[in-house]
Structures are given as C-alpha cells and as structure tokens.
C-alpha cells in the first residue's frame, strides 16, 4: 500500500490473509486501514487499525468493525479523524450496504436518515473534509448523493444532461 503513491507502508496489526484497504481522511493525520480478516453469509467483515505516525506504526482500532453486504465492490472513506463512511455495491440481488462511524472507527451503525438504496449499491464513496460525504451509486442516474453531517443524512443532488 502506499501513502503518497510513492513510499510504501506495511499495515500490521491486520489478521487473516484478507484485502486491505487504505484510508487516508480529507482531514488531520490519522490514517486508517479495514482490515478483511474473512467473509461469509453474503457479508464482508472488516477489522480498523489506525496510524496516527504517517503508517510507521499501527494500532487495532477495533477486531469486529463494519459490516457490509458483499456485493461486489466495497469504498472506503473518511472526513476526519472521527467520521469514516463505508459503502458496497455491484450486485442487483444484495443491493448493496452504507454503514458509518463518528468515533474514529470503535463503532458501525447505519446512518440515521441513509438514502434510498440504488438497485446495484454504491461504486464509490469520497469526502471533501468537513464532515461532508458523498456517494455514487454503481447504477448509471444523472446523479449522486451528498452527507454534510457525517454521513448521517443524506440529499440527493442531481446533475443535469
């Protein structure tokens, strides 16, 4: 994995043999890795470990972190050093899932007011800083959906033609 697309980190503190996927928030300097330790059911489950040393060393944020339909695709982002958004999509038949944190990872939930779920889920999620989310539904629409409370409420903003 790498930082800055040039200087390789090696995230510890992950186990199993599972994908890592690389969190680097709009803001601050904490980093934070989801660690896939395994899958089943039809669900992806991930452990966080965080770095707040650039990925020169790593802790264990938490061993049970968010839970996601496994539809195909998961996307991983984060606001801050508290707000994390993890979505997945690809599959009509799972639809897809949203779940968020606002306390640097310890704990999942879904968002209290989440957008309707798009027919395939979500493709891509990112943020801007600020608490503010947005996400792209892997079904082609002329639009997207956009959180600026992290990722609690959502609005749909529409682009045109």
Known sequence: LLTDGLHPV??????????????IPAAGTTLYALCQPDSGAGHLGFGV???AGGG???????PTGPVVANAGGVSVTA????HLLVVSGGRADLHGSMTVSSDGGRTWH?????????????AWVGSPGA???YAVPTDP????WRSTDGGETWSRVTVAH
């Open 110 to 122: 879904e968002p209290a007011s989440p957008p309707s779920p798009p027919d395939r889920g979500w």
């Open 49 to 51: 470990v965080a770095s």
């Open 10 to 23: 090696a995230v510890t503190g992950c186990t199993g043999t599972g994908a890592i996927r690389l969190i």
């Open 141 to 144: 629409v002329s639009g997207f």
């Open 56 to 62: 020169a060393t790593w802790t264990p944020v938490t």
């Open 79 to 82: 606001s801050d050093a508290s």
């Open 131 to 133: 608490r503010t989310f």
